[in-house]
């Protein structure tokens, strides 16, 4: 059974920092396509960062330079790192995955197959 659970959200000042991670059972995450995505309130839910099987990243324009996603293979897990946070960025992150595909549609929602619970992250 495919399980992904988000941890690491909370509240930070803006410029502030915080890691997300998600911990994933039932695959190995460096076999799936896999990323990020939040939804502020009265939004829909967007892309923020994903990585391929191949570890190619992908970022939201609006988040390039300030958020890093990687992987530890060993330890089955997603980290999003997230840096000089603004108020904007105050949303419920989810950690997805997917099998592989082209890397063009790597932050397009619909085509994530398995999702976490999510995490809230406040910036104020």
């Known amino acids: 059974q495919v399980q992904l659970v988000e941890s690491g959200g909370g509240s930070v000042q803006a410029g502030g920092s915080l890691r997300l991670s998600c911990a994933v059972s039932g695959y190995t995450a460096s076999s799936y396509d896999m990323g990020w995505f939040r939804q502020a309130p009265g939004k829909e839910r967007e892309g923020v960062a994903a990585?391929?099987?191949?570890?190619?990243?992908r970022y939201a324009d609006s988040v390039k330079g300030r958020f890093t996603i990687s992987e530890d293979n060993a330890k089955n897990t997603l980290y999003l790192q997230m840096n000089t946070l603004k108020p904007e960025d105050t949303a419920l992150y989810y950690c997805?995955?997917?099998?592989?595909?082209?890397?063009?549609?790597?932050?397009?929602?619909?085509?994530?197959?398995?999702w976490g619970q999510g995490t809230q992250v406040t910036v104020s």
């Open positions: 990585i391929t099987s191949a570890d190619v990243p």
């Open positions: 997805a995955a997917r099998s592989r595909r082209s890397w063009t549609d790597l932050l397009q929602t619909t085509l994530y197959s398995y």
